[in-house]
């Protein structure tokens, strides 16, 4: 069955960076592409970035645009999100999603904070 | 960007009630909607597609709707469904959530 498994959540002061893994196993990883989406604490969704199964992808969200980098490495079977410069409202849950054409299998999440 | 308005945002019914959501869409977005259902501390769930059930949510969910305006109805509400419901519009990114609904009991 599809499996995604986040890690790479902390603690981080703000300026400070994090990459996030999300390791795929269950499909044909190379044949998909990968969604990260987070969550603030007690709100909604947001959908941050999105790499195609050919290692393209789409701008990112607005409120990470220069700042975060989805890659992929399908070797690994893993999909990436570099954050640089990480700000306090970048803190939450994030949730990589295989794209199948929509969200259609999530992983349980990493939790980001940031904070001094 | 596609703006997503879910209403009401806190919806308080009984078991066995009818409860309709409904999923209003800026500028049109075709059929691109998808619904998630969210439980506290869980990640959100597919149930709902492109006029599409996914497989193995049961048949009292039910969605309608085309280019604005979308809804979600739960014919016959079960204690499983008390949760957190939203909209998605993939049509255009960036990708849009509504804000969401909660489903509480009454």
């Known amino acids: 069955q599809v499996q995604l498994v986040e890690s790479g959540g902390g603690v981080v002061q703000p300026g400070g960076s994090l990459r996030l893994s999300c390791a795929a196993s269950?499909?044909?990883?190379?044949?998909?592409?990968i969604h990260w989406v987070r969550q603030a604490p007690g709100k909604g969704l947001e959908w941050v970035a999105f790499?195609?199964?050919?290692?393209?992808?789409?701008p990112n969200a607005e409120s990470v645009k220069g700042r975060f980098t989805i890659s992929r490495d399908d070797y690994k079977n893993t999909v990436y999100l570099q954050m640089n410069s990480l700000r306090p409202e970048d803190t939450g849950v994030y949730y990589c999603?295989?794209?199948?054409?929509?969200?259609?299998?999530w992983g349980q999440g990493t939790l980001v904070t940031v904070s001094s | 960007d596609i703006q997503m308005t879910q209403s009401p945002s806190t919806l308080s019914a009984s078991v066995g009630d009818r409860v309709t959501i409904t999923c209003r869409a800026s500028?049109?977005?075709?059929?691109?909607l998808a619904w998630y259902q969210q439980k506290p501390g869980k990640a959100p769930i597919l149930i709902y597609k492109?006029?599409s059930l996914e497989s193995g949510v049961p048949s009292r969910f039910s969605g309608s709707g085309s280019g604005t305006e979308f809804t979600l109805t739960i014919s016959s509400l079960q204690p499983d469904d008390f949760a957190t419901y939203y909209c998605?519009?993939?049509?255009?990114?960036?990708?849009?959530f509504g804000q969401g609904t909660k489903v509480e009991i009454k």
């Open positions: 999603a295989k794209d199948d054409p929509v969200l259609a299998n």
């Open positions: 998605q519009q993939y049509n255009t990114f960036p990708w849009t």
């Open positions: 500028q049109s977005i075709s059929y691109w």
């Open positions: 790499i195609r199964s050919d290692g393209s992808n789409e």
């Open positions: 269950g499909f044909t990883f190379r044949s998909y592409g």
């Open positions: 492109a006029s």
